[in-house]
């Protein structure tokens, strides 16, 4: 029997998808006769909800003999889809069945399964259309109703046409093979699937008039904006029908004619589904670009406006390519590059910070995650929002992909986060290692190996990856974008309750008010002359201090720290030990997770000290009135309700201790110079602070700024105000971040240099 598949490199010939032979030449000998299958997918009945939104976005695969030989599109936010999709397959055998596999998409997450039936090919009439319902289910649970898809099918034998199909199979596969043994280079489709046209600049500025959805006759609104696969959600404005976010963000723009942009408003309900206030849509085809647009959108089926400033611009250097070609191995290519990026043109497209090449070289000792013992492995870069991947190497353990990938630097604070994943063609991809690089952190030019880490990147995993980076960056640019909003994620984990991540939190609150109160111990020690040499040199300065004060030492004290901290790095001194801290905690909690999630028992430790999980458990009773007030409210009627409203309250707890301990953190790792481009950065504004102080009297500073602050509203209603402190602050990494980005010791059999012939590039 002729075994079939469709490759991704097949061609369309005379209308009809070829399905390639797996052995071409063994099976054309004993090939009884050719068949020509026209399906046309037409539409899905009742899908199953996959998000949580109670939708799915829904695309179907059809394989045969355990190949896939189509792939329909995404429809998006739909549990009755149409696709009205036709294809035509060539194929030898009626005993193998089409199996028909449903899938819901998520962008840079494990596309959920949705269920999967057969069609038996022996069974249908030839040359006949037939009309065709499959019921979908799951064959892990038979008894769940999955939905059914609607088929047009029409089975013609092509007896005549056997000679000019076996010569086209012939043709089709001598060219497939051969382009899959020459150095595995992405086909135009891949590359362009992947690559975006422009970008998409949307400002939420505010809401008017929405609907009353609460008992109060105010609503708790958010909004969804969706632009195909690309996600984002506001925060959420409480007890108000005039909300106003002020919050700004960016899509791909994939389509060159534009495309719509789903927008949907809804009531933030605590414990309960949340509530439908009103949709509408932006086309976004009629917009100019470079230019800003200002939209008031009436919704849909609600009541009320929003209002939004859409943006388009062209798209960003982004690009993928093979080793053999990248521009900054170009000289003429490289020095332009870095005359784009020269202090001379510091104020020009603030916006443009710089661009990261990344060469992803190979990988070695991989995870073996398929039965086999091999795995088929590929790899995703990520860059902020921006995400590209290579192609898949198959059932092997050290790939090769020597692929090039080109971003846009919007932020020199961002991550480059590279992930392997092995594909799986029954089931979502499976993770194989991971790693999380800054970018300020790269020597541009090194090929180095990397160790690959777990999901959470506090452990390693099985398995090194070989990278090469360049950044080339304005540093004058990037410390301006330091003073505005980081940019938000598209793709983030929904907060859920763990009992590890709260006591971690926990601890690392604790141990920043361990900190102030050591500190406060230590002045106190002064005033009670534990030692008369300290008290006695503390006294003088506080008497020279006080009789000299002027508040420009305010900033200049602050120096202090950073030039002593500095002073000890350069000596080789380390100034961060609580980053060792930090990962024995993590390792502890790794194997507290592995053992079962059993709460111990308050008592005493063997110093006669409460044990840090009692403590935490008298933290928790503080919050216990709010659980009560849950538990007895009225409107929250339903033992379920209950509980999700405790884990909201466990969520808020959970994350404000996160907010707490990691802001602490921050201005810690400024002062020990953890990123010392943040450090001089924080040098720079305190001498600037010191000198405009010590020159302009007090009186004319605040002046200046009540009047920047009172009129700024009226020189740009729509501006979106900013703390730049917290901006500054949310680029320094927190203790765990440190952690996460810390790179693992590898073997010396791991260097990058011993293969490094093998590979030129």
């Keep these: 029997m002729l075994a079939l598949s469709l490759s991704s490199v097949g061609r369309s010939l005379t209308g009809i998808n070829i399905v390639e032979p797996s052995n071409a030449e063994t099976a054309l000998v004993t090939n009884p006769g050719m068949y020509q299958l026209d399906i046309i997918l037409k539409k899905g009945h009742n899908l199953a909800i996959r998000d949580r939104g109670g939708t799915s976005d829904p695309y179907v695969k059809f394989k045969i003999g355990g190949k896939e030989v189509f792939r329909s599109k995404t429809i998006n936010k739909n549990l009755n889809p149409v696709w009205e999709e036709k294809v035509s397959l060539l194929v030898d055998s009626l005993r193998e069945p089409l199996y028909v596999k449903v899938f819901d998409y998520d962008f840079g997450l494990q596309d959920d399964f949705m269920g999967s039936a057969y069609l038996y090919l022996e069974s249908l009439e030839h040359q006949r259309n037939l009309d065709v319902t499959l019921d979908l289910e799951d064959p892990q649970y038979p008894d769940h109703d999955l939905g059914t898809l609607d088929l047009a099918v029409t089975l013609s034998p092509k007896e005549g046409d056997f000679r000019e199909a076996t010569m086209l199979l012939r043709r089709s596969w001598k060219r497939s093979n051969k382009q899959l043994h020459s150095s595995m280079r992405l086909s135009d489709v891949h590359r362009k699937a992947q690559l975006w046209r422009g970008i998409v600049s949307i400002s939420l500025i505010e809401a008017r008039d929405l609907q009353p959805m609460d008992a109060n006759g105010f609503s708790d609104p958010y909004v969804k904006f969706r632009l195909g696969h690309q996600k984002y959600k506001s925060k959420t404005i409480p007890k108000t029908l005039n909300p106003q976010w002020r919050e700004q963000f960016d899509f791909h723009l994939y389509e060159e004619q534009g495309g719509f942009i789903d927008i949907t408003v809804w009531d933030k309900d605590a414990g309960k589904k949340d509530d439908f206030m009103g949709r509408c849509s932006i086309d976004l085809s009629p917009l100019s670009k470079e230019h800003t647009h200002k939209l008031d959108v009436p919704l849909e089926e609600g009541e009320g406006m929003l209002v939004l400033l859409v943006t388009l611009t062209g798209a960003a250097a982004v690009s993928i390519s093979d080793l053999s070609v990248n521009i900054l191995d170009d000289p003429h290519e490289r020095h332009q590059i870095l005359q784009r990026y020269s202090v001379l043109r510091s104020f020009h497209n603030l916006k443009d910070v710089g661009m990261v090449q990344v060469k992803v070289i190979r990988a070695e000792r991989l995870m073996a995650a398929d039965v086999t013992g091999k795995s088929d492995p590929f790899c995703v870069v990520e860059l902020s929002n921006d995400r590209l991947q290579t192609h898949t190497v198959y059932k092997n353990l050290n790939p090769e992909w020597n692929k090039v990938f080109t971003f846009n630097v919007k932020d020199i604070h961002s991550v480059l986060e590279v992930t392997v994943y092995d594909e799986d063609r029954d089931r979502s991809a499976d993770f194989l290692g991971k790693v999380a690089i800054p970018l300020l952190n790269i020597q541009n030019g090194e090929r180095k190996a990397y160790a690959l880490k777990s999901k959470e990147l506090t452990g390693p995993t099985k398995g090194v990856i070989f990278l090469e980076i360049d950044v080339i960056f304005n540093a004058v640019k990037a410390g301006l974008r330091t003073l505005i909003p980081i940019e938000q994620k598209y793709i983030e984990d929904e907060p859920r309750v763990s009992k590890q991540l709260l006591l971690q939190n926990f601890n690392r609150v604790r141990r920043c008010i361990l900190f102030l109160i050591n500190a406060g111990c230590y002045i106190n020690s002064c005033f009670e002359w534990h030692s008369p040499q300290r008290s006695i040199c503390a006294f003088l300065l506080f008497v020279l201090v006080v009789w000299n004060f002027e508040l420009y030492m305010i900033p200049l004290a602050l120096l202090l720290p950073l030039a002593w901290n500095y002073i000890l790095v350069a000596s080789g001194k380390d100034t961060r030990q609580d980053v060792q801290a930090m990962e024995d905690l993590l390792e502890d909690e790794d194997e507290d997770y592995d053992k079962d999630d059993k709460v111990p028992r308050p008592g005493h430790s063997d110093d006669g000290r409460l044990p840090e999980s009692h403590i935490l458990v008298d933290m928790l009773a503080s919050w216990h009135f709010e659980w009560i007030r849950v538990m007895v409210d ?104 440190v952690v996460q980005y810390r790179e693992l010791k590898l073997d010396l059999s791991h260097s990058p240099n011993k293969r490094k012939k093998n590979n030129p590039g």
């Design 634 to 737: 009225p409107e929250r009627k339903g033992f379920i309700n209950k509980l999700y409203a405790i884990q909201d309250v466990c969520i808020s707890v959970q994350n404000a201790l996160d907010e707490v301990a990691s802001y602490g953190e921050r201005i810690k790792n400024t002062f020990n110079w953890t990123v010392p481009f943040l450090s001089w950065l924080a040098i720079v504004a305190l001498c600037v602070a010191t000198v405009l102080i010590y020159y302009i009297p007090l009186r004319y500073i605040v002046l200046a700024w009540g009047v920047n602050k009172f009129t700024k509203k009226l020189r740009d209603p729509y501006n979106i105000d900013n703390n730049q402190l917290l901006d500054f602050l949310s680029r320094v990494p927190s203790d765990i971040q």
